[in-house]
């Protein structure tokens, strides 16, 4: 190659679809991967939101591309014919636009970030040169019990279409991966294999040491101040917030001096469902309804210990963000909650549904410092290990170049 000539790399073009734009832990998730892929220099980015918020100010403010196109879920949680068919008719309605702007800008790869929209498959099939399709699912609906809500077209049509549109399905843990695998499999049928992937969220290191864990007040200790404990994430029947109530009622009769300050937001009847409980306790002074706040870090920072009673929790971002502050977990055992909190190890695990269980390895954590003190330092360590924003980048980023190279997407040309 002459001195005139230079080595012209293609870098693919990679159109992300976000469900929200607002900045829970999919969309931290999403933002988390979209900047350490940027990082690399190896792609060419483009996300796509329903609707201005606090993702696209974040987007905007790490200068990642993105446009406005306010098409809807297909889930939901109001069940009725004419929610569903005005949500149908609205992503049918907004399909011809979302065409134009990705036949404008030909994506090699649609990264849909979770299962919570299906407007990454419709255009997967509809562009003129069809795209590698990631569907990365971080929910499990189709069940009123799950609390993700139901699909508009019904839970079998939709995960012929899913398994139809996929050529690759990356799970957030191995609980969602072994609930959701295997029914896509039979939604694809016997004659195709579906790739699936299983990649935990990760998350951007905590600046500064864990706090240091004798900032945890011991009742009695003189001090007069009660231990903190804080719970964090959306109100809903599913993650049995009334089972942290019961835990500090028993507590509170036991004489052990607690507070529970509880962050996050829910639909009316389940805040009210909620208060009430605490009323009925007479527990208004022990347990606060704090509202939701995007950053928790300082709360992590001033608090004793987090509890999580999640009854469907497909990964416990909260968890892993109190390990990496320093803050205690513990949690429920049910779904992806133990592949992050190991008893004993990374925090202490308690029987759902046994407040009484719950109240009982709260005073442990309270009670045994050297347990303690171990739990926080494997806690951090297991949390940078596994759950790094690194880790994340570097195994998306191979699952690309991989599912890139076999559409021979990746082209390298000369130009002079």
């Excluded at 409980?277 to 992590?300: H, S, T």
């Excluded at 549904?353 to 297991?382: F, M, V, W």
Aim: glycine fraction near 8%.
């Amino acid at each position: 190659m002459s001195g005139k000539e230079k080595e012209y790399h293609y870098k693919p073009r990679i159109l992300f679809i976000s469900h929200s734009g607002e900045l829970y832990g999919a969309e931290r998730s999403l933002l988390t991967l979209v900047r350490g892929l940027q990082r690399l220099d190896r792609y060419e980015i483009l996300v796509i939101v329903p609707d201005e918020g606090p993702l696209s100010l974040a987007l905007d403010e790490e200068d990642i591309p993105f446009r406005i196109i306010p098409f809807m879920r297909w889930i939901g949680f109001r069940y009725h014919a004419v929610a569903r068919y005005y949500r149908r008719i609205r992503n049918r309605f907004l399909i011809g636009r979302l065409v134009r702007e990705a036949e404008r800008w030909m994506p090699d790869v649609i990264y849909t970030n979770t299962i919570a929209t299906p407007v990454g498959a419709m255009l997967t099939e509809k562009l003129s040169r069809r795209p590698v399709h990631i569907w990365h699912a971080r929910e499990l609906p189709g069940d009123r019990s799950t609390g993700f809500g139901l699909f508009d077209y019904g839970t079998e049509a939709s995960l012929r279409l899913m398994a139809r549109t996929s050529d690759c399905f990356i799970c957030n843990s191995r609980f969602l991966h072994d609930q959701l695998a295997p029914r896509l499999q039979r939604a694809a049928g016997s004659s195709s294999e579906l790739r699936t992937e299983i990649v935990y969220n990760g998350l951007d290191r905590v600046n500064g040491d864990a706090k240091p864990s004798d900032l945890l007040r011991k009742p009695g200790d003189g001090a007069g101040t009660p231990i903190r404990m804080i719970m964090a994430g959306g109100v809903s029947r599913v993650k049995h917030y009334g089972e942290a109530v019961a835990g500090v009622k028993i507590l509170d009769a036991a004489g052990i001096p607690v507070q529970l300050d509880i962050y996050g937001s829910g639909d009316d009847d389940e805040m009210r469902k909620l208060a009430k409980e605490i009323e009925d306790a007479g527990l208004e002074k022990r347990v606060q309804l704090m509202g939701y706040r995007g950053d928790l870090g300082p709360e992590y920072a001033r608090a004793d210990m987090l509890l999580i009673t999640s009854r469907m929790e497909t990964f416990g971002r909260v968890a892993v963000e109190a390990m990496l502050a320093g803050c205690p977990v513990v949690s429920s055992d049910a779904g992806a909650l133990p592949e992050i909190v190991l008893d004993g190890e990374t925090g202490l695990v308690y029987r759902s549904g046994e407040p009484e269980h719950l109240a009982r390895q709260i005073r442990k954590l309270i009670d045994d410092t050297s347990l303690r003190n171990a739990i926080l330092n494997r806690a951090r360590e297991y949390a940078e290990t596994h759950f790094s924003a690194e880790r994340l980048v570097t195994e998306i980023d191979q699952i690309l170049r991989d599912l890139i190279a076999g559409n021979k997407v990746l082209e390298s040309d000369d130009a002079s």
